[in-house]
């Protein structure tokens, strides 16, 4: 027997709940989320949780800085409890791309986030035991944020369901079922849903679902590797800030007291198609390449000396939807009626999720793309519209 909805999302993570909660906001009736697993099971829950506006994009920059006031206000907002850490962004970088940390400051300021250029004396204070060097620049936004992602993600579910969304979990979705030139549901593993329309937010399994149907978006699984540190066991030195180093390309941030997860600023690396390193996102490596750790470790006593005497403690990988310019892909299926998707996040997904939920919830309520997303089309790519963008480092991708 089939199930009835207004709107079916494929996909559990914040960029599909964003969107339910949207959709009930605006009146729809009947929104059901069908996540294959569990909600956060993708990269919503592995994210690092990092919410910060010192980029040189301004529109990147201002949903970014929405998605600081959204967690800092989700309790007063939805009166769902939600740990929010403002442990302010620290920026290093080398003096050849300071035009570029000066423009993302200007950016951040413009739009009313408070980021400023600060001395090595600052920098020192604000982070003990950071790499400091007149070679380098540095710069920090102190409303910047961290979320735990799987509590955020939690948290986001719980808001859906008291606004009525239904989520059901352990549903793998497969085909998409279409009438003519309309959608008309999925079929599941659990059975069919009916509904005009739907929205795919199912991270790095979206485009191969939508290949399927045979709509091709230029959107890859990229498998990235993280690791998390413990601080020496003497000495006592920790990380209190979220810190981005665009020399040793790593960015880091506190995981409790003793202990910082650690990534690749991905961005710097994926700078064409070639860097993708693509991965079955069902089937894929789990912990990291013994070469990249050491590679890792490297580069993390470079921007924090005192880590010489620290140690790994765990390492994961997960896979990325990564897109040509490393940012979103919002949009419909030109000539199918009701099929919109929201995907190529890149590693940056959570940190826009609330605005691109609010846009999406209106699109696909209206059947009009919102002005505010048309710089996110899949169709920039064909007409050269490529979003110039970096993590700040001054290169721009494809
Ligand atoms: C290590 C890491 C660090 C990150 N750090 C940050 C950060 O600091 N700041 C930031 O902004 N972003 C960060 N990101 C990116 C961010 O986590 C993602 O962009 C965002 O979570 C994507 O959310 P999503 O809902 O689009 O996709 P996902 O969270 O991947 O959710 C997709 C869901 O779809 C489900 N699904 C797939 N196929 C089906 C199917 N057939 N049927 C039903 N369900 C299906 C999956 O199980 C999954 O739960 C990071 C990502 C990673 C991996």
Redesign the pocket.
Known sequence: MSRLADVVI????????CTAICLKQLGVKRVII??????????????????RALVPHEKVATW?LQ?QIFFKDFYSRFGVPLKVNQLGYLLRSSFQNEDRVALAIDVANRIGSQAKRINLAEAADLQPGLRLDAESIYAFEPGAI?ID?MPA?FALACVARQLGVEIIED????DILVDGSSICGVA?SIGRFEAPRLMI??????AQ?LSKIGVNLPIYPHR?E?AFFHAPLVGGETLCRIVSDGITQL?L?PEGRDQM?V?WREGDFVNNLSCIVREN?DDYKQIITPARLVDMQHRLVSTLPYMKSGFMHRT?T????YSPDGQ?VLDEVDKLTGLYF??G?????????PCVGQAMAEYITTGLRPANIKWLSLSRFSEGRSIQWSNSTGEIKL
Not at 10 to 17: A, S
Not at 201 to 206: E, V, Y
Not at 345 to 353: L, N, T
């Open positions: 494929v996909g559990g993570g914040v960029t599909g709940l069908l996540e294959k697993f569990y909600v956060g099971a993708g990269q919503s829950g592995r994210a690092a949780g990092i919410v970014q998605a961290q992602p993600t549903c793998a979705v497969g599941s937010a199912s991270g790095a399994w979206g679902q990235a993280m960015y941030r997860f990534g996102p994961y997960c896979i990325y939807d979103p929201a995907l996040f890149s590693g940056g997904g959570f940190s826009v999720a």
